[in-house]
């Protein structure tokens, strides 16, 4: 019941249609029953996941807990045989993501979405309409841009990637419909602001089994604000992700838009979206229809990739293994 745990409940108890809260639970019982409380939820509130999943009256589980929880989480709702959206990072290793992958095909049925909520922005949306109609020809580069205003002393070096990059990973691949080949990380001057032992800005090059290249930058010191770019270049033309509207002034002599600063603010509706989207698929179809427990190994061994780079300053490869065919099925609406 952590910071997004409470924008998920709120959206599904005052936004979207077809769900309702009726379970929480959290490593500090207390918590969760605040929870219950300020948002007047009629649930209860049970001692640990596992009994959670195994309540009757829970038919899917959100997963919101902190990172490393999140693998036997997901693994506890498979063996109940409910429906569950987790929140990124899938699990924290590969192997995780794999176990998980193993446990739902061994369930016979699709029952994991992981939440990489930005194949649900308008923006991206648009963009990938776009190229999958070729009007910018085959992909050749991509460029983008993953700017935050600052970060704590907490934020490591290697949060860049585990935590930051990991949302391009996950849909730059869905945009370009292509897979990682290798990846490369080059570490630019250094901005005065970046605490001392992390190294701010990076430069991942990631090679895809085509021969795209994509260039992305990770700043979290930019002060200027949040700012998400992604340019994608064609053999016939150019296509950008749409910026976040907003008026433009013209004073002073001086025209000017505004730039967010906040991370909820920008990919707010796709949070909105996504969730509506993992209850609507699994009344219609009996399956969740976002990001797979396969999308979820693929960030991990891709982030592993770059890490590996990053320590090394060398190309890594991306090994990944082939996709069962468990994961290659388009789900049909009925
Ligand atoms: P948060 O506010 O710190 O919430 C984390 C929750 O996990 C808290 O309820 C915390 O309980 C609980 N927790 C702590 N230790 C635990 C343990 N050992 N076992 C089980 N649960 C434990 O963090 P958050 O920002 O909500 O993030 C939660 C997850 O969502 C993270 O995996 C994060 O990466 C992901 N997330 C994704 C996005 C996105 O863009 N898709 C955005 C934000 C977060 P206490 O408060 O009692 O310690």
């Not at 979290?220 to 002060?223: A, G, L, P």
């Not at 179809?285 to 990001?291: D, V």
């Given at each position: 019941t952590g910071a997004i745990a409470r924008e998920h409940i709120k959206s599904i108890t005052d936004k979207l249609s077809g769900g309702k809260i009726v379970a929480v639970t959290d490593v500090n019982e207390e918590a969760a029953r605040q929870v219950v409380k300020q948002y007047g939820l009629e649930a209860l509130v049970y001692p640990d996941d596992k009994s959670l999943v195994n309540s009757e009256n829970v038919d899917a589980v959100l997963v919101t807990s902190w990172g490393p929880a999140h693998e036997q989480n997901v693994l506890n709702a498979i063996e109940a045989g409910k429906y569950v959206f987790c929140e990124k990072p899938l699990a924290t290793t590969a192997e995780g993501c794999r176990r998980i992958a193993e446990a739902e095909m061994k369930h016979g049925k699709r029952l994991v979405q992981v939440g990489f909520m930005r194949r649900y922005d308008s923006g991206y949306v648009q963009l990938k309409e776009a190229i999958d109609r070729n009007e910018i020809g085959e992909p050749l580069m991509v460029r983008c841009v993953h700017r935050n205003p600052e970060v704590d002393e907490k934020y490591t070096t290697q949060m860049a990637v585990v935590d930051t990059l990991i949302h391009e990973i996950d849909v730059l691949h869905w945009l370009i419909s292509d897979d990682y080949k290798s990846v490369q990380v080059i570490y630019p001057k250094k901005a005065s602001r970046a605490h001392a032992n992390l190294k701010d800005p990076q430069l991942i090059i990631m090679e895809t089994k085509s021969g795209i290249v994509i260039q992305a930058e990770v700043f979290?010191?930019?002060?200027y604000g949040y700012d998400i770019q992604c340019e994608v270049i064609g053999e016939d033309g150019v296509a950008y992700l749409p910026e976040p509207a907003s008026i433009v002034t013209r004073k002073g002599a001086k025209r000017s838009t505004d730039i967010l600063v906040d991370w909820k603010d920008r990919f707010m509706d796709a949070y909105d979206i996504e969730l509506q989207d993992f209850i609507d698929s699994i009344i219609k179809?009996?399956?969740?229809?976002?990001?797979t427990s396969w999308d979820g190994y693929i960030a991990a061994v891709t982030a592993d990739a770059c890490v590996k780079a990053q320590e090394s300053g060398q190309k890594e490869s991306v090994d990944l293994e082939e996709k069962p065919v468990f994961y290659t099925g388009k789900i049909t609406v009925q």
């Open positions: 979290v010191n930019c002060k179809t009996g399956q969740p229809n976002g990001p």
